[in-house]
């Protein structure tokens, strides 16, 4: 293994918080492998970029020697995750969370070393659970540690309900810790209470408690909310080379850094030398974020095929294959405008209603990606090309 230092250097990189740092580095100095756990829920077919930041962090303790344990919560996904709810979720059927974690398997072994992975299921030791076993882990935290959770606070303010499974969950996630002897846990910013618990549920169980490393979440596509397919703002695992190349090339480029940073395999130094270059004027930052486009085009799908996606944004967005006089309008800033009334109000249609109706007939492309919600919204400070029909476009310049 490598050196304490150069370990904690690559396991850094990108991290939120780690709890705590010290301790890690002492186990590290052991030179006994970790067993790095993280839990997905398949609540969802597919996964999005989003998603990947935490496969991303596991890769790299993987290329450290230590031992990655990719939980599928097909129990606690029946259950479903309060975090960040502002309403009880609808649950899943067994059958449903079966399907979607068939789908998970094809896409993370695109980022893990699948002969260094270790598959689990929590519903492995879930569904041998008795009563008397549930009563006991539930012995283990009160309602006043659980209703301290944000997102709980919330919704009782609101006079909202909590349902009691909801309650459960946190204590079920932490178990997972608690049956698989974990060392570290990673999850999102969002997740360290869940977190947090299986570190309390490893004491009451007598175990050492695991550290605990938490990722940030990653904006979208408009750069302001975490990405989520329901907001219309996810770049997925599935996406057409071509749609996944024109998404990642429709990001502002202060967003630019933070997907390198969380997404690609450019080593510390280099994305360093890469910022100087295009602070300088020495890197237009359009080419560096064309070779990330690449990069995770072809992580997903091939090097062949981010080839003929680089090929044919170039094809696509080359001035001498669009109209001299394509008029030119200055965004709005870090607000955002529902598509439908930047169309009208830059006259690309007479209405919002004919807008409505040329996006869902298929003929409007952004940043020649086609549209297909009529809600879609567009933020200010970025750059686009709008096309309607064949012959209309129009360019947002960031304002």
Not at 196 to 221: C, F, H, N, S
Not at 352 to 366: D, P
Not at 372 to 393: P, T
Request: aromatic share 6%; net charge neutral; with cysteine.
């Amino acid at each position: 293994m490598l050196p304490v230092q150069e370990q904690l250097k690559t396991i850094r990189r990108g991290v939120s918080e780690i709890i705590d740092e010290k301790e890690l580095a002492d186990l590290l100095a052991s030179g006994k492998p970790l067993r790095v756990k993280a839990g997905f829920d398949p609540t969802a077919p597919d996964l999005h970029l989003g998603h990947t930041v935490l496969l991303h962090k596991m890769r790299q303790f993987q290329k450290l020697g230590h031992e990655v344990i990719f939980l599928i919560g097909d129990f606690t996904g029946m259950i479903g995750d309060p975090t960040g709810r502002s309403e009880t979720r609808k649950n899943l059927t067994p059958q449903e969370v079966q399907e979607n974690a068939k789908t998970y398997l094809q896409q993370v072994y695109k980022i893990l070393d699948k002969d260094k992975t270790t598959i689990a299921y929590n519903s492995e030791w879930m569904n041998k659970f008795t009563s008397v076993n549930m009563i006991e882990l539930a012995a283990h935290y009160t309602v006043a540690r659980m209703l301290e959770r944000d997102d709980f606070q919330k919704r009782l303010a609101k006079n909202l309900p909590v349902s009691i499974h909801e309650l459960m969950y946190p204590l079920i996630q932490g178990y997972d810790s608690v049956a698989l002897k974990s060392d570290l846990e990673l999850g999102g910013t969002d997740q360290k209470f869940n977190l947090l618990v299986g570190r309390d549920l490893q004491r009451a169980y007598g175990q050492k408690p695991q550290l605990v490393l938490t990722m940030p979440l990653l904006e979208g596509t408009d750069g302001v909310q975490k990405m989520s397919k329901s907001l219309g703002n996810s770049i997925g695992v599935l996406d057409a080379p071509n749609d996944m190349f024109g998404k990642i090339m429709s990001i502002s480029d202060d967003l630019m850094w933070r997907y390198y940073e969380l997404l690609s395999q450019v080593s510390a130094e280099e994305l360093e030398n890469l910022k100087k270059q295009a602070a300088s004027g020495e890197l237009n930052p359009k080419h560096a974020k064309m070779n990330l486009a690449k990069e995770i085009v072809a992580c997903y799908n091939s090097p062949e095929a981010a080839e003929m996606a680089l090929a044919e944004f170039e094809n696509v967005f080359k001035k001498k294959n669009l109209p001299e006089d394509i008029p030119v309008v200055q965004g709005w800033g870090e607000t955002s405008q529902g598509i439908c009334n930047i169309l009208k109000d830059n006259k690309m249609t007479d209405s919002t209603s004919a807008a409505r109706r040329l996006i869902q007939q298929g003929s409007v492309t952004v940043n020649g990606e086609k549209i297909s919600d009529i809600n879609q919204e567009l933020i200010g400070n970025q750059e686009y090309l709008i096309k309607v029909g064949k012959k209309r476009f129009l360019k947002i310049q960031p304002g």
